[in-house]
């Protein structure tokens, strides 16, 4: 039997959303050929029998249809499909451990997406003028985090209309286990027409020197502003929206794409979509091959927030995201909204 021809691209979109819900069952796994879409990779005979499942009402036998008619339809449907030699396990996950889902965006999420942009675009004139020789800088690797806060600051007091009076940098975290003195970057405290709010931010680059920090602390350290924007709280009874901003250049995009390292369905979130941090991700339960990797990037979030018993599970969810290039140098901004 050969695939029916109703099986539309609408109809393989959706097999596809169910594979990410569910994972795939061993027996189904593939070894040669890949749908590749938004940076995973699926198996092509699956994904035709489970999109026949949407069309036509039931899950089509792979055996009723070879690989070769499988891809030459998934193509013609104007999917990507790629052909490699290592088996799927080799590559990013796609029997993930998170389960990503849609968190639809509420009146105040569009709020601060607005907020976002303009923060986005002042991050964008400012790294473009040093590029531009307009700058009293030189490189980029030259502007500091606290540029960042500022510019965030910036947004809000301005466009987002904050009061300058409400915001308080530095503000004391009591919440971090183990940890005198624990400090969040930004505290903004509530309105009656709006949450408190509560900021981490990092930004980190690859400066000319022998003494960079490894990738895998860095991504260590990021996990940790996440884990501990989780474990804010109030001892009112006040609502708080917690995020996170994360700016990085080249070198991290590379490593939080780079699929053995196993954390692109971290960097590479849709906006509006997010997953639980579960602890067993941080912790590279299934990311045998990189233990070395592993070692120091939970050495990291351990520094900073405790043992893993002590972590939250929150769910992180993409709310801002914008990759800019400047003559060679790719910046990335993502800003993740964490709900304990």
Known sequence: MSIPKNISREDVLKAL???????IPKKFKAISYFL???????PTKYVISLANKYANGRFLDPVEFNTYSAVRYLKKLGFQVERSEKSQDDFSPIEPMVLVEEYPPQEFDEKMYSIFERFAS?????????????SELNEIYQESEDTIRYMMFYALTTFGE?????VYLEYPHPEVPKINYAKLDTFIAGKEDRPALAFEMKFKTRIPSRKNIPESQIAGSAFADLLRLALFKLNSEKEVKRY???IVDNEMIGYYRNPTNKLKEFFDLEINR??????DYILFK?????????????????????????????RIICRFKRDLS??????AIRIYEVVP
């Open 122 to 134: 002042l991050i964008e004139e400012r790294f473009r003028a040093i590029v531009e020789k307009r």
């Open 326 to 331: 400047f003559k060679g140098t790719k910046i």
């Open 17 to 23: 959303e169910e594979i990410d819900r569910k994972g």
């Open 274 to 279: 997010g997953f639980k941090l579960a602890r």
């Open 244 to 246: 996170f901003v994360y």
């Open 36 to 42: 590749v879409y938004n940076g995973r990779r699926y």
């Open 286 to 314: 299934d990311k045998e091959r990189k233990k070395k990797r592993a070692k120091s990037l939970i050495k990291a979030v351990v520094s900073n927030i405790g043992e893993p018993e002590n972590w939250p599970e929150p």
């Open 162 to 166: 904050v009061d300058p009076l409400d």
